[in-house]
């Protein structure tokens, strides 16, 4: 039973530039949350989606936007990146209207400088 | 928004040592997770319990739904179990999982 993964595990940016991150759900899940986690603090809720819609969103700037696909693996894009943008990505899924249990991927690094 | 707090935000343990470690929630909840992050960042799932109790080896978890508290305790300490515990709740269905400042635990040999 495969968890979930994440791609890529670091990634560089400069400032100004886009980019691209991605998740693949625990197999029998629908639904994918993105979270950011600055070093030192708990995770922040990006936002959520199902069905391929943004069903959710957290205090995040029109910046961050994502994708869900039929498959139910799901990109985050960050446009613009700022240095505050540096942190650690989760993606974490669950299964809609069931035992709300999130089970989170490794993360992905992403530094700006 | 619901709060979460959890206590203390750092411990420092011998190996074999016995620890509890608290979290406190602000409202009603229908998720209570806990979680172990470790050094390369990986949130690994403790326990799913919005209430009663569990146990999993050397580590077992309380949640008291009515008086909004969670406590999660780790025996026998190993300096495996290094690293930052997480709570996070959840208040209503299909919302997202809103997590506490964390506990950082060290366990020296």
Known sequence: DAGVTQSPTHLIKTRGQQVTLRCSPKSGHDTVSWYQQALGQGPQFIFQYYEEEERQRGNFPDRFSGHQFPNYSSELNVNALLLGDSALYLCASSVRDRVPEQYFGPGTRLTVT | ?109
């Open chain 2, 1 to 109: 928004g619901i709060q979460v707090e959890q206590s203390p935000p750092d411990l420092i343990l011998q190996e074999g040592a016995n620890s509890t470690l608290r979290c406190n929630f602000s409202d009603s909840v229908n998720n209570l997770q806990w979680f172990h992050q470790n050094p390369w960042g990986q949130l690994i799932n403790l326990f799913y319990i919005p209430s009663g109790t569990k146990q999993n080896g050397r580590l077992s978890a309380t949640t008291v739904a009515t008086e909004r508290y969670s406590l999660l305790y780790i025996s026998s300490s190993q300096t495996t179990d290094s690293g930052v515990y997480f709570c996070a709740v959840e208040n209503s269905g299909n919302t997202p999982l809103v997590f506490g400042k964390g506990t950082r635990l060290s366990v020296i040999a």
